[in-house]
């Protein structure tokens, strides 16, 4: 009997065979951005500049967290403004700047969570008992709803004085123009009795439709009270002022270009003046020229980002082609 060839262990996996794809799979990665134009990219995404409409919403925050469990009388506001305005942004920079206290447990002095589309109120709760560190977050929504006592404790024992919720307007009905009276929505109920059993400041962040609170929320509404509005830049003096500022915080990367008028007008012209839309465009040039050996910023870094942030099937025109 004629003895059969062992086969080598190398040849009998094809996964453990050459690639052919290896060296395209290299020149990919070839093509990522190094470790040291993340690190400036960052350092520039971290910039703030408090533009007029950003003091007012910063005071607002400052104003809401000193009243919030020290009075009686309800204190809420609502943060009106476009996807990409700055809302998170501002609450973000907000929290950072707090001080430590004794008061508060650390970094939940103010807490913020985001809203789903549909609000019920036990999502709500247990965002809350995740958010507070409470062990045991799930459970029905009948377990839930009863441990909201829990929400109420773990706000007062932690020394919550603010709560903030981002996309707060999908707390309004979509096919309502108008609730039955004394018939509020469950989510806002919940909200409501939050506020006057803990006594802590809230803020609504969220579109335009929250403008309409009081028509479904009559009582709710007499709670959130003030409006502050984030919007895009138009192209003007503060818009020019917005870009001087940022420009000027900027120390580990030259993005001087920016500050020239007929940049300004390009970047208006790719961003409409909204400020996600307008770090996105930065933040990808900065890299590129980083990575290109070159310390500031040019148009065509700017041509190059645009195609990459907002892609090549973009139905607008690039602006700095």
Known sequence: MKKQRSTPFTESLALDGPDNNEAEIHARRLQTYSVDALRVATQIERQYVNHPEFANGLRMLDRLFQLGTELETPQGHRLIGPPGSGKTALFRYFRESLPSSSLFSSSLGAIGLRVPKRPLPGLLIREFLRILKYPFAGGSYKQLYERRQLVFEALRSNGTRLVWLDEAHHLLPKHASRQIEDDEPEAIELLRELMDECKVSLVLAGSIELDNLKSVATHFSTRVAGREALSAFALDASWLGFLKAFSAQSASFDIGLIQDRSMAKLLHMATGGN??????????????????????LTQDHLRKAFDLVFGKACTRSNSFA
């Not at 933040?283 to 500031?296: G, Q, R, S, T």
């Open 275 to 296: 400020l996600r839309a307008f770090k996105q465009l930065i933040l990808e040039a900065v890299l590129i020229a980083h990575d290109a050996n070159e310390m500031h």
